[in-house]
C-alpha cells in the first residue's frame, strides 16, 4: 500500500500564499523506484483537477492555470511532496489532494486523476478577498 497525507491547508485572502504538504509512506512506496505523485484539487460538485505533478527523478509538470503561480516540488528523502502555492484568488478555493500513481512507474504521457491509484484525505485551502 501507499499512503498520502496532506496538510497545510487554510484560509488566506487573495494574493496570499500557502505550502501544502504531502507525506508518502507505506509498504509499496520505495524511493529508490520510479514514481508520480501528483497535486489535485476538487470544487464543491465538481470534478478532481490535475495541478501538478513530480516524478523521483524531479520531473515536473503543470497545468497552464497554476503555471508561474504554484510550484511542486520535493525533500530528498521522497517523502515529501510540496506544492507552494502564490497569487492565490478566489478560483483556487478547494479541497487540495495528493496522490500517487503505480509505484515503480513513471509519469503517464496524459496527466490524469485516472492514473493515480493512491490518494490521501486531503487539505481545504478557502481563498477570500
Known amino acids: 500500500q501507499v499512503h498520502l497525507m496532506e496538510s497545510g491547508g487554510g484560509s488566506v485572502q487573495s494574493g496570499g500564499s500557502l505550502r501544502l504538504s504531502c507525506a508518502v509512506s507505506?509498504?509499496?512506496?520505495?524511493?529508490?523506484?520510479?514514481?508520480?505523485v501528483g497535486w489535485f484539487r476538487q470544487r464543491a460538485g465538481e470534478e478532481r483537477v490535475a495541478l501538478a505533478r513530480?516524478?523521483?527523478?524531479?520531473?515536473?509538470d503543470y497545468i497552464d492555470s497554476v503555471k508561474g503561480r504554484f510550484t511542486i516540488s520535493q525533500d530528498a528523502a521522497k517523502t515529501s511532496i510540496y506544492l507552494q502555492m502564490n497569487d492565490l484568488k478566489d478560483d483556487d478555493t478547494a479541497m487540495y489532494l495528493c496522490?500517487?500513481?503505480?509505484?515503480?512507474?513513471?509519469?503517464?504521457?496524459?496527466?490524469?486523476?485516472?492514473?493515480?491509484?493512491?490518494w490521501g484525505q486531503g487539505t481545504q485551502v478557502t481563498v477570500s478577498s
Open positions: 496522490a500517487s500513481g503505480q509505484p515503480g512507474l513513471w509519469c503517464h504521457d496524459r496527466f490524469s486523476p485516472r492514473d493515480f491509484g493512491y
Open positions: 513530480i516524478d523521483r527523478n524531479g520531473y515536473t
Open positions: 507505506g509498504s509499496r512506496w520505495k524511493a529508490y523506484e520510479p514514481y508520480c
